[in-house]
């Protein structure tokens, strides 16, 4: 039976939470022990919702050690494995303390800040020999595994182009807003393109080049709407863009289109089509498995299990951080192309 600490129950803690629940009821061999937040208001179910229906019920927190200190949670419980969903510029420095504790660690995305932390968290985990997994829940999204699938196996033939595209509204729920913070989120293009940036470096690998245009209505935040170019060598046109600016009564929205020499993929509004060149288009059979309980599920399983982390390996992850930051020194000089091969 694995013991779990849980840190950080904000917008997605509590996505994480709800699936520790699950896999509870579920008998999976799992119990979450212990929680830790700064915030106590939290543990009376005091939340501010953000932007996709995750988190959302009442919990009942009599049933776990709680804690608004992490070095208290550390001293007092026995963790086989910790779930870090904190602010992005606590990842490491958490990671590593909870590594060099003997501790595996699933921590949310991004992976850190800069690629220092990044060294740091991978060299604790080797250094340890504990596990340590980036939550990049797109690596277990059913939609986005069956583009990966097709990739790989060329069912329709080469990739000729590819749009990803991610947004909503402004990030208004984060814990004395650290989301709109640059020196703490990286703006959107750290904390939500990151998305699509990892699903670019796990479709095709790293770009040989990429050039990043922005916008910075909102001054602390760095980068509000970000537009990136991916060049590659075989020149297949690679695309991402994401904006926080889509206020009002805007739902969140992720999609993709994909098309190859034989066809395309196209995924909007959670609905996945395949056009074939010839023949029928037709909607495919995927799970409609819940990515972030995925995810969770497959990381347990490594660790109960003594298996290596495949899916999201961290020095991928690392990549992925590499990648978001040639963008950003990109969209510091307007769009300049940034190399990194």
């Not at 075989?234 to 206020?247: F, G, Q, R, V």
Request: with cysteine; hydrophobic share 40%; proline share 5%.
């Amino acid at each position: 039976m694995l013991k779990v600490g849980l840190i950080g129950i904000g917008f997605m803690g509590r996505s994480h939470l709800e699936n520790y629940i699950r896999l509870e009821s579920e008998e999976f061999p799992l119990k979450l022990v212990a929680i830790c937040d700064i915030d106590p208001a939290k543990f009376e179910n005091k939340f501010i919702p953000g932007n996709i229906k995750v988190g959302e019920k009442k919990f009942d927190f009599s049933k776990y050690n709680l804690y608004t200190r992490i070095d208290e949670m550390l001293e007092k419980e026995k963790l086989d494995f910790v779930d870090i969903a904190l602010p992005t510029y606590l990842h490491s420095e958490v990671s590593v303390k909870f590594l060099n504790a003997g501790i595996h660690v699933l921590c949310e995305k991004p992976m850190a800040l800069t690629l220092e932390q990044c060294q740091a968290m991978i060299e604790a985990a080797e250094r340890n020999n504990k596990k340590l997994m980036i939550g990049h829940c797109l690596r277990f999204w059913p939609a986005y595994e069956y583009a990966k699938e097709k990739i790989d196996t060329k069912r329709f033939g080469e990739v000729i182009e590819s749009y990803f595209f991610r947004g909503g509204n402004t990030p208004k729920w984060s814990y004395q807003n650290w989301l709109l913070q640059k020196d703490k989120s990286g703006g959107v293009l750290l904390d939500q393109h990151i998305h699509d940036v990892d699903v670019i470096n796990w479709f095709f690998g790293t770009p040989h080049a990429v050039s990043t245009i922005s916008t910075n209505i909102l001054p602390a935040s760095g980068y509000d709407v970000v537009s990136t170019r991916y060049f590659f060598n075989d020149k297949k046109i690679i695309i991402a863009e994401d904006d926080w600016l889509l206020n009002g009564d805007f739902p969140f929205e992720m999609r993709y289109r994909i098309n190859f020499e034989e066809g395309n993929i196209i995924y909007e509004r959670r609905e996945l089509k395949v056009t074939p060149n010839v023949g029928k288009p037709f909607v495919p059979e995927i799970s409609n498995e819940n990515a972030y309980y995925r995810e969770i599920k497959y990381f347990a399983n490594a660790v109960l299990n003594d298996l290596p982390i495949e899916v999201c390996p961290p020095n991928s992850s690392m990549e992925t951080i590499r990648i978001a930051l040639a963008e950003m020194k990109s969209a510091d000089n307007n769009g300049k192309i940034v190399n990194l091969k």
